[in-house]
């Protein structure tokens, strides 16, 4: 200790002195003990007696445990021969019983000096937080399923829950990506068609299947199998507007007319549509497929649209694939150089080929010469691209080349039985183009399955892998491939009928039935 002090006389006389005091205990101990314990630990606990007297000391040390979480030594009293200034370590081995709090105190006693110490020790649980998972898929053709869980032994039995989530249909979780759609703040041309057609879509959709989307409002459920918790529970902590188009008709209404308005003051003076409309805006073939395809889509679902501006789109289109024919024409295949070299060639027909081909399809406006060159270079295309034009020669029913086109795309097809999920496998490289989007291109090959086999297992993998691998919890990386995705669901809902039957389900556990639910198809949970 350092000690100062300070005295003050009248006039001016003062003063101050310092002095230095070492205090110490003649007998000292000292405890050593690990900073936690776990259960079932086997440690040492260790007593550091120094005596620093002049004369050696017979003394007794003692381990005294408070909480019930350490057992008992076997010797807690043990009594040792200390010289003059000298040290010595007393162990005592203890055992972790149970969680909680230990207080360990360590005392020394001679017949001169004492000295004690006491800490507290966190007793850690022998074990962990662990969630097992399993899921299944019931065919149209299965009437059960079974799985088996593994129920460890030392368990705790209030921290134990068995739960089980069913669904009709993973579909249904395209509800979910519609409020971020709807609520996304800007407003180039394919995020103000995205803003409200799958909303039209969804809407249109439910109801033909007869589903009471004010039921659906009200019962909606987060049924995302990589989350855990109550499934409403985490619905509700999805950042939702308040108003939500599908489920509001005059709602819907006015964002599909402020819609379709804007669209109309978009088009540029050519027919067609570029990023943004504007001074010195030109129009894209990719931004003007993407926007006919959609209106022609929501023409399909009654949105009453501005007449002309659908056929002018079109118009656009058909001259630009008659440009790229003609660049295909000029190009010299086994020569391998253009026949007139003063005018535009291309060696193949490339992906937005395939792109434009699809949507003029859609409109029966197509040029078959350019699906001739497509089928030829099919190979070149990126799978998202062979998706397309999939769907081209579907509309067409051009069987025997669809056919190929299937084989062609299988080749990229994985599936994990575990999971019952599958995708296709993308090639790298492509990331930064829009034909590179895997979920564009995996909504695409969904929608091909849909309308050629639509019950077939790959569908409804694909349908679970879509769900389980959204980015950002309701929804896929951008407004245009949730679109896409949300679309292709819809289009699996009304080919599968998924969300059409009424089922009664039984869960047994052993054999033993603890739990009866029903699904009516005026309700589809998501």
């Not at 002049?54 to 408070?66: C, G, H, I, M, S």
């Not at 799985?147 to 209030?158: L, N, Q, W």
């Not at 089980?164 to 249904?172: E, F, K, P, Q, V």
């Not at 491939?481 to 039957?501: K, N, Q, R």
């Amino acid at each position: 200790w350092n000690i100062k002090v300070w005295a003050m006389a009248t006039g001016t006389r003062v003063g101050q002195a310092t002095a230095e005091v070492v205090t110490r205990k003649n007998l000292l101990v000292r405890l050593q003990a690990p900073r936690f314990f776990v259960e079932r630990d086997e440690v040492v606990l260790s007593a550091n007696v120094h005596n620093y007297l002049d004369q050696a000391k017979q003394v007794r040390v003692r381990l005294e445990l408070d909480g019930e979480t350490l057992a008992d030594p076997e010797t807690p009293t043990q009594m040792i021969e200390l010289d003059a200034g000298g040290e010595q370590r007393v162990d005592s081995p203890v055992r972790a019983l149970r969680e909680g709090t230990a207080t360990i105190r360590m005392i020394a006693q001679t017949d001169l000096e004492s000295d004690a110490m006491q800490q507290s020790f966190p007793v850690l649980v022998h074990g962990m937080l662990k969630t097992e998972a399993v899921s299944g898929v019931l065919r149209p053709e299965d009437q059960q399923a079974k799985f088996t869980v593994t129920i460890p032994g030392a368990r705790r039995e209030d921290q134990t829950r068995l739960e089980i989530r069913y669904s009709r249909t993973l579909a249904g979780a395209m509800l979910e990506a519609l409020p971020y759609l709807a609520g996304y703040p800007y407003g180039c041309t394919e995020q103000t068609l995205n803003r409200f057609l799958p909303a039209v879509i969804t809407a249109r959709t439910l109801k033909r299947l007869g589903v009471d989307l004010e039921s659906v409002h009200e019962a909606q459920a987060n049924l995302n199998a990589q989350e855990t918790g109550d499934p409403r529970d985490r619905a509700t902590q999805w950042k939702r507007p308040k108003i939500d188009p599908v489920f509001d008709e005059q709602e819907l209404n006015r964002r599909v007319e402020a819609g379709v308005r804007r669209l109309t003051e978009m088009q540029l003076s050519d027919g067609g549509w570029g990023w943004f409309s504007g001074w010195g805006e030109r129009s894209m073939p990719h931004t003007t497929a993407v926007v006919v395809r959609g209106l022609l889509v929501a023409q399909a679902h009654d949105v009453p649209l501005v007449p002309g501006v659908v056929d002018q789109g079109i118009e656009w289109l058909k001259r630009y694939q008659q440009q790229e024919l003609a660049k295909l024409e000029n190009y010299d295949r086994e020569a391998g150089q253009p026949r007139e070299k003063d005018r535009p060639a291309k060696r193949r027909a490339d992906n937005l080929d395939a792109l434009c081909y699809r949507v003029l399809a859609e409109a029966d406006a197509q040029d078959r010469a350019m699906g001739e060159y497509l089928y030829q270079d099919r190979l070149e295309l990126a799978v998202y691209a062979l998706a397309l034009y999939g769907l081209a020669l579907e509309r067409e029913q051009s069987a025997e080349k669809l056919e190929m086109v299937f084989r062609n795309l299988s080749q990229y097809v994985r599936e994990d039985d575990e999971n019952q999920t599958a995708w296709l496998e993308l090639p790298g490289g492509y990331w930064a183009y829009w034909y590179g989007s895997e979920y564009e291109a995996q909504a695409s090959y969904l929608k091909l399955l849909v309308r050629r086999d639509p019950q077939s297992r790959t569908a409804s993998r694909l349908v679970k892998y879509l769900l389980n691998n959204r980015k950002h919890a309701t929804y896929w990386n951008s407004t245009r491939d949730t679109a896409l995705v949300v679309e292709a669901m819809a289009d699996y809902l009304l080919a599968t009928g998924e969300a059409e039957p009424n089922l009664e389900v039984d869960v047994l556990i052993d054999g033993r039935q603890v739990q009866q639910g029903r699904a009516r198809c005026t309700t589809m949970p998501t």
